[in-house]
């Protein structure tokens, strides 16, 4: 099966900066695939190499097959909802969505139509006479949706859609998103730095780093066997453990992982663990993230809320199943 | 709105005011004045009657005729000249970044700082030196110089506002260079070029320093006018000329000022 993008050795120098390098990556048609990584890291790079607005120093991308190295944006069949959402000012909603078929030459009836249904699919309809500057940061996004997703494009790319939202909007556009896309069956090629984001929608995370590709998978192998220690830093709030500390354990030296879930605290000094000072103690809601200082090694442990803590400084076991001990690839 | 807008002017203010405005704008009141006056030689006052024969005279000369088609073409033609490099050169100093970039901003914008003599007599004598003789284009040169700028000025503001995304958007959207500039450039820069271009037009229109270095035999209007008030001859004839070039160069000027007002409530909305 012919992959919906494609880079092989990919790579974008600006001057001597390295913002993509080397990066090899397949999408699969209909695949909702995010792009995670901290900022400067490469993932707008690649959105911006996908939809043809930066060009590979080397390397080859293709498109469902097609090269797409030369080819220029507009004819890609590839369709970008932007960061700032790039509405335009001086024309309406309606004509905002119509511009990619009025410059193909769609009627004018036929276009205005095709415009409408794309609102309501993204439930703005009748908003067509209203202009961008009338419209809250929501309803701009769900503009430059519909404008994108009207051209029907085989390959849509998101910059940080959701990145000027705020928390409630931002959840349910979400979920939004993500019915849209299994409704659409159209590839989704997201850019975010959020990784709750990333896990929540995406069928596949890529985490970037320093221009190049860390790990991907699906969301749960990112977060529960992260490759490397950015990895497991990155992604969540993983306690990231010393070859030292592994080897006592597991008998290997390597780096590991353990989630902050994965620990179980004790308030007896008698048995079999890990003993720790408890030094801080943070209210989250559902759950209490505990800070542990065990022999210099800071960690982290999250309790559910209403269990009885420890007082501040008491010493604390530490136990966790061995089966939680992530062993990460990178070597000691 | 300012929040002490209640609190009136002391009255001493009020009439320095009144007296600044008065000393600035009653001597174009009595140009217009004395279009209608019965005297033809010297500028009397009272004026002895009023006549409006000066209107029908003016109508018959062919001089003037002559002048306001020159002044026109000149101004037309400069100002498209203006249109296209201004904002050639706009768009590339807003949009990308390369060598020397400042450096082309500062020239671009240099014809208007320096007094309009000196850029005459370096226009005179680069026209000289490579033999070219003076005509109709030597004046629409020397004032493209100065018009280029407003246009630049305008259309380099309405660049920085408008946000570099709104191209990508439009190339995204199948829209080739052309239809690009066609459907999202020219709409959205529109006013700032109808504005800078109505300026270039009025600035071109009454110049007189550039023209004197750059003209030949023939005469703009301010020029014309110069000429008409050395000899005594049929003198109201010139401030009916006057009267007409006010409002040529006026009512551009206001469109222009309100037309930039609106284009800035446009652009700052689709912010």
């Known amino acids: 099966m012919t992959s919906a993008v494609s880079f092989t050795r990919v790579s974008r120098y600006f001057g001597a900066v390295r913002a993509v390098d080397a990066v090899d990556l397949d999408i699969a048609p209909g695949e909702f695939f995010a792009m995670l990584g901290p900022s400067g890291s490469g993932k707008t790079t690649c959105l911006r190499l996908i939809a043809g607005f930066e060009q590979p120093s080397s390397g080859s991308i293709s498109i469902f097959g097609e090269r797409a190295e030369g080819v220029p944006p507009y004819r890609r069949n590839v369709n970008t909802v932007f960061q700032d959402y790039a509405l335009f000012p001086h024309l309406n909603v309606l004509d905002n969505v119509a511009y990619g078929l009025m410059v193909k030459g769609v009627g004018r009836a036929e276009r205005y139509r095709a415009a409408e249904e794309a609102l309501a699919l993204v439930r703005l309809p009748g908003y067509g006479t209203r202009r961008p500057g009338e419209l809250s940061g929501g309803q701009r996004q769900r503009v430059a949706l519909a404008r994108a997703l009207v051209n029907r494009p085989r390959v849509l790319l998101l910059d940080e859609p959701l990145g000027a939202l705020d928390l409630k909007l931002r959840e349910e556009m979400q979920e939004e998103l993500k019915a849209l896309q299994k409704a659409l069956a159209i590839t989704f090629v997201f850019v975010t730095h959020d990784q709750g984001e990333a896990l929540s929608m995406a069928d596949r995370v890529a985490v970037f780093n320093e221009g190049r590709i860390m790990q991907v998978g699906t969301p749960q192998e990112i977060y529960q066997r992260p490759a490397t220690r950015f990895v497991a830093d990155f992604v969540g709030s993983s306690n990231i453990l010393p070859p030292d500390f592994v080897y006592r354990w597991s008998g290997q030296k390597r780096w590991g992982s353990l989630r902050p879930e994965a620990i179980r605290v004790n308030r007896s000094v008698n048995q079999e663990g890990v003993r720790a000072r408890l030094v801080s103690t943070n209210y989250l809601g559902a759950m209490i993230r505990l800070a542990l200082d065990a022999d210099g090694l800071r960690l982290h442990a999250t309790v559910p809320a209403g269990v009885v803590l420890p007082a501040e400084g008491e010493l604390v076991t530490l136990t966790f199943n061995r089966e939680n001990l992530h062993l990460m690839e990178e070597g000691a | ?271």
């Open chain 2, 1 to 271: 709105m300012r929040s002490d807008r209640s609190q009136t002017a002391p009255l001493a203010l009020k009439i320095a005011a009144g007296c600044g405005l008065a000393f600035l704008h009653l001597p174009i009141l009595l140009i217009f004045v004395y279009a209608f006056t019965t005297e033809e030689k010297t500028f009397q006052w009272p004026l002895p009657g009023l006549t409006l024969q000066w209107f029908g005279i003016t109508w018959n000369r062919p001089d003037v005729w002559q002048a306001l088609s020159l002044s026109v073409r000149v101004a037309a033609i400069s100002t498209v000249i203006a249109l296209v490099l201004g904002t050639l050169c706009a768009a590339a100093v807003s949009r990308s970044r390369f060598f020397g970039r400042e450096t082309i901003s500062l020239l671009v914008i240099l014809p208007i700082a320096l007094p309009g003599i000196i850029t005459g007599i370096a226009l005179r004598s680069a026209f000289s030196l490579a033999e070219i003789p003076f005509s109709f284009w030597t004046i629409v040169l020397g004032h493209a110089t100065f018009c280029v700028v407003v246009v630049y000025n305008n259309a380099v503001a309405r660049f920085r506002r408008t946000s570099a995304s709104l191209i990508e958007a439009s190339y995204d959207l199948g829209a080739d260079g052309f239809q690009t500039f066609r459907y999202c450039v020219l709409p959205n820069i529109a006013t700032a070029l109808l504005a800078g271009g109505m300026l270039a037009f009025a600035l071109s229109f009454d110049e007189v320093i550039v023209t004197t270095f750059t003209a030949g035999q023939q005469q703009t209007v301010p020029i014309w006018m110069l000429e008409e008030l050395i000899r005594p001859r049929q003198r109201p004839v010139t401030n009916v000329v006057a009267m007409v070039v006010v409002l040529v160069t006026f009512l551009p000027i206001l469109l222009a000022y309100y037309l930039t007002r609106d284009g800035d409530q446009i652009a700052g909305t689709g912010k």
